[in-house]
């Protein structure tokens, strides 16, 4: 907690509006609440009732562990990526696929800074070696990505670094599609406003302050070069051997349901119950030219 300490103001230009935010005023300010949930293009006026998204949820995780059978007597295999902007609610999705499935054959992978000996390796390779083997269900939060959006606006790497990647991923991915990976690219989108709401909840919350870090600060105030990149990336780096789902996480409920329909709906998998799935929501949920 005691990292967290001291005023940190920062100006920011919203909506044709200079205005200030002061992370660690326990207040949070009028114009954050009023815009949170219908920034960024939310279509829902209100977040989806809690014990309904439960109900749902449970029915769905239920179809879940039919997955895991099926991986585990077909030894196919299943990855997905999570990306997204800081508190997107890449984590949270996450624990609500992995909640009732086997740690041993179902897990998530979250990378730290890669040591020097990764630094001298070709980029992807640390990822690669996270790649599920037959049977398993592997769920990346955050990916190799981090050399589309976060490293470039950051400073994390160089201009040449980001240039190759931009060239090598497609190819990177068509061989993962080749390979016989059933693989999913999720991008979960928010809006300003929203992203200031969670970030201030986190920075009062002491059970969920550990999530807020100093370049989380440093990334508020540069929205617009984060949307540059993440427009770039998902123009290049879309297409039929692995396209982009763009979520409205706008609502935590709605984006998560959204998301596990969707892969439910693109898994063959024994005992697949398609009315306890239920319909996409393509308000929530869609392929990147049409939601961007």
């Not at 209100?46 to 449970?58: G, N, P, R, T």
């Not at 440093?218 to 039929?240: N, V």
């Not at 982009?244 to 024994?270: E, Q, S």
Request: charged residues 35%.
């Amino acid at each position: 907690m005691d990292s967290m300490k001291g005023s940190r103001t920062v100006e920011l230009e919203i909506g044709g509006k200079t205005r200030l935010f002061d992370i660690d005023d326990p207040v949070l300010p009028d114009w954050v609440e009023e815009e949170a949930l219908k920034s960024g293009g939310h279509p829902y006026k209100e977040k989806l009732d809690e014990e309904d998204y439960a109900k749902e949820l449970k029915k769905l995780q239920i179809e879940l562990v039919k997955v895991q059978f099926w991986l585990q007597a077909t030894k196919r295999r299943v990855m997905a990526l999570f990306e997204g902007r800081d508190a997107a609610g890449k984590g949270g999705s996450i624990s609500a696929i992995l909640s009732y499935m086997n740690p041993r054959s179902a897990r998530s992978v979250a990378l730290g800074k890669p040591t020097e000996t990764e630094r001298s390796q070709w980029y992807f390779q640390r990822y690669a070696s996270h790649f599920p083997s037959g049977g398993e269900f592997v769920l990346f939060d955050r990916s190799w990505y981090n050399r589309a959006v976060v490293e470039p606006v950051m400073g994390f790497c160089t201009k040449d670094e980001y240039r190759l990647f931009m060239d090598q991923v497609p190819h990177f991915e068509k061989m993962i599609d080749q390979d016989g990976i059933h693989f999913f690219k999720f991008w979960l989108d928010i809006g300003r406003e929203m992203q200031i709401k969670r970030f201030h909840d986190r920075r009062h919350d002491p059970l969920k302050v550990w999530k807020l870090s100093p370049m989380d600060i440093a990334a508020l105030t540069k929205w617009d070069d984060y949307t540059d990149k993440r427009d770039r990336m998902l123009d290049k780096t879309h297409g039929k051997h692995a396209p982009w789902m763009v979520v409205k996480a706008n609502d935590k409920r709605r984006a998560r349901l959204n998301t596990i329909r969707h892969m439910l709906h693109h898994l063959d998998y024994d005992g697949k119950d398609k009315k306890v799935l239920g319909e996409i929501d393509d308000r929530i949920i869609g392929k990147a030219p049409d939601m961007m």
